[in-house]
C-alpha cells in the first residue's frame, strides 16, 4: 500500500533561520508531488509540484523552494525565515492522471 | 481559470439530522470533482470523487454527494450526522482538459461542520 510520511511534524524556528520540511512516499513510482501551505486553519494555497526529479514548477513567488533530489523525496527549503512563513504545510501525491490527491499529516511551522 | 466556491464558512447540525455542504465550480470542460475531511491539526482525508457516471456518489463514512451539471454543483450529504464528523471539509475541482497549472486541483476556502449533541 502507498503511504506519505512529513516531518518534523512540529517546528519553531526564529526569524531569519533555515528551513528544511522533508516528504516521503512509499509504495508508488514517479508520482506527482505537491507542496501546500495551509494559513489560520482554512484555505490551501499551492507552492509547488514536481512531476519528476528535479523538476520543480513554483505556483505563487516567495521565500521558499523545493527540491525533488529523489524519485519519492520532495523538500521544501528556505535559506531565511520570515514571520509570514509561518502556517501549516501538507506534501501530497497522486499517482493517476485523474486521481485524488493523498495528504501527509502536515508540518506546523512557527516563526518567531 | 477554474474556481471552487463553498458559499458556508460554518454549517452547525443536531445530531441525527441530514447535513448538507455546499460546493459549486467552475472549470473547463468536465469537471473532476473531489471532497476532502480534515480534523484539527491533521492532513487532509479523501472522502470521494466524481469523474464519470452516476451524479450520486458515495464515499466514506457514510458521505455522499450528488454531481449536478446544470447547477455547477456538487454538495456533500450526509443522512444522519454524528458528532464526530465535525471537521473541516473542502471541495476541490480540476477540468478534464485543464493544462499547465491548471490541471492541479482547486480547493474551496473550506466549510467548518460542527454537529450538535
Known amino acids: 500500500s502507498q503511504t506519505i510520511h512529513q516531518w518534523p511534524a512540529t517546528l519553531v524556528q526564529p526569524v531569519g533561520s533555515p528551513l528544511s520540511l522533508e516528504c516521503t512516499v512509499e509504495?508508488?513510482?514517479?508520482?506527482?508531488l505537491y507542496w501546500y501551505r495551509q494559513a489560520a486553519g482554512r484555505g490551501l494555497q499551492l507552492l509547488f509540484y514536481?512531476?519528476?526529479?528535479?523538476?520543480i514548477s513554483s505556483e505563487v513567488p516567495q521565500n521558499l523552494s523545493a527540491s525533488r533530489p529523489q524519485d519519492r523525496q520532495f523538500i521544501l527549503s528556505s535559506k531565511k525565515l520570515l514571520l509570514s512563513d509561518s502556517g501549516f504545510y501538507l506534501c501530497?501525491?497522486?499517482?493517476?492522471?485523474?486521481?485524488?490527491?493523498?495528504f501527509g499529516e502536515g508540518s506546523r511551522l512557527t516563526v518567531l | 481559470a477554474q474556481s471552487v466556491a463553498q458559499p458556508e464558512d460554518q454549517v452547525n447540525v443536531a445530531e441525527g439530522n441530514p447535513l448538507t455542504v455546499k460546493c459549486t465550480y467552475s472549470?473547463?470542460?468536465?469537471?473532476?470533482l473531489f471532497w476532502y475531511v480534515q480534523y484539527p491539526n491533521r492532513g487532509l482525508q479523501f472522502l470521494l470523487k466524481?469523474?464519470?457516471?452516476?451524479?450520486l456518489v458515495k464515499g466514506s463514512y457514510g458521505f455522499e454527494a450528488e454531481f449536478n451539471k446544470s447547477q455547477t454543483s456538487f454538495h456533500l450529504k450526509k443522512p444522519s450526522a454524528l458528532v464526530s464528523d465535525s471537521a473541516l471539509y473542502f471541495c476541490?475541482?480540476?477540468?478534464?482538459?485543464?493544462?499547465?497549472?491548471?490541471?492541479?486541483?482547486?480547493f474551496g476556502s473550506g466549510t467548518q461542520l460542527t454537529v450538535l449533541p
Open positions: 501530497a501525491y497522486k499517482t493517476f492522471n485523474t486521481g485524488e490527491l493523498f
Open positions: 509504495g508508488t513510482s514517479n508520482p506527482n
Open positions: 514536481s512531476v519528476g526529479i528535479g523538476q
Open positions: 472549470v473547463s470542460g468536465n469537471p473532476y
Open positions: 466524481y469523474i464519470t457516471g452516476d451524479n
Open positions: 476541490a475541482v480540476r477540468g478534464e482538459i485543464s493544462s499547465g497549472s491548471a490541471r492541479q486541483l482547486t
